[in-house]
């Protein structure tokens, strides 16, 4: 097996005063603070869509990484991201990782051939879950870049692809259980609107509320006994999402009696564009006892848009683990990027 990151070994703790860049300073993933090691406490999971798929693609132009790993074919280009993901892991000693459906196995003619990629790329991760002792952290369906799902999926006015959503998220469940995930998230990046005018806003979130309802007694029939998350944003790509906020989203989940089946994923860059503060969504779900889990990356506040960069503010992100420990720290949750 070819390594894909040459001449560099695996990253260890040498202490704030070492001047290897490839060393942590501060992270001793075995040093045990507070009845626990640093690496329970911080639960970092890898990102599979950011790490393994970003193309380095804007609205202005075309891809500027190439992210093949040397595949040619579909699969083969699939299977050397896995390879490429659990060697990063290994060498980083991050312990778990999270996936779209879509980030794992291309998407076939149809639904059955899409189904024998994910069955045989769910294989090929379990074998390197188990080579580098690594876990799941959450699935989910991408339920958005397809452009069936344009006005949405489990919003959708079009019955067929409404059902082909179910099917979906059926699949990405499947998949979760079979690697031993500890979550599942939605994410409705096309559960909203762009103008009142012709949404029937009761409707589409009385749709929305049968389609969660239907996964969690999906999952639970199959034994799933992990946590279910919601993850707000407020627009983008949709003008007004559903799940606008943490807020917003509790209303919902009570307003349909689904608020002791679900979480919520909470994500830094979301919560500013929503015009709170990362703090701010964190505490909201805290006192609410609906924290689960953290998308740890931050926005650009002279951007308008979701940049999904790596946190560099040691404040916001000291004030987020005050919350994370006020939480009594994560259970099934962690912290990805």
């Known amino acids: ?92 000693q991050i312990d778990y990782f999270c996936f779209h459906d879509r980030d794992i196995a291309p998407e076939g003619e149809n639904l059955a051939e899409t189904e024998k990629y994910l069955d045989e790329m769910s294989f090929f991760i379990e074998n390197l879950m188990k080579k580098y002792n690594k876990k799941l952290l959450w ?98 790509p949709t003008k007004h999402q559903y799940d606008f906020d943490v807020a917003t989203t509790i209303a919902f989940l009570r307003k349909y009696d689904l608020i002791d089946d679900f979480k919520i994923n909470i994500e830094a860059n979301h919560a500013t564009l929503a015009g709170h503060t990362f703090a701010h969504e964190l505490r909201v779900a805290r006192i609410n006892g609906v924290f689960g889990s953290i998308d740890a990356n931050e926005g650009d506040y002279l951007l308008g848009y979701d940049t999904d960069k790596f946190p560099t503010n040691v404040y916001e992100t000291t004030l987020c683990m005050y919350e994370v420990l006020k939480a009594g720290g994560f259970k099934n949750g962690g912290l990805n990027f």
């Open 139 to 236: 699935g989910t369906a991408n339920l958005f870049s397809h452009p069936r799902y344009a006005n949405g999926a489990a919003t959708s006015n079009s019955a067929d692809i409404y059902a082909f959503a179910c099917a979906q998220v059926k699949k990405a469940i499947d998949i979760t259980i079979r690697l031993n995930g500890a979550g599942y998230v939605f994410w409705g990046g096309r559960e909203g609107y762009e103008t009142l005018l012709n949404t029937d806003m009761e409707l589409e979130l009385d749709n929305l509320a049968r389609f969660l309802k239907m996964a969690v007694k999906y999952a639970r029939g199959e034994g799933f006994t992990g946590d279910f998350y919601i993850e707000p944003k407020p627009y983008e």
């Open 1 to 92: 097996m070819s390594e894909f990151f040459k001449n560099i070994k695996k990253v260890e703790y040498e202490g704030k005063e070492s001047k290897n860049p490839f060393s942590f300073k501060h992270y001793n993933p075995d040093e045990v603070i507070m009845g626990k090691p640093m690496r329970e406490h911080l639960k970092f999971a890898l990102s599979y869509w950011h790490t393994l798929c970003g193309e380095g693609v804007d609205m202005f132009g075309n891809k500027t990484i190439d992210k093949s790993f040397g595949g040619t074919t579909p699969l083969e280009i699939y299977k050397n991201r896995a390879l490429a993901a659990f060697e990063l892991m290994d060498k980083l």
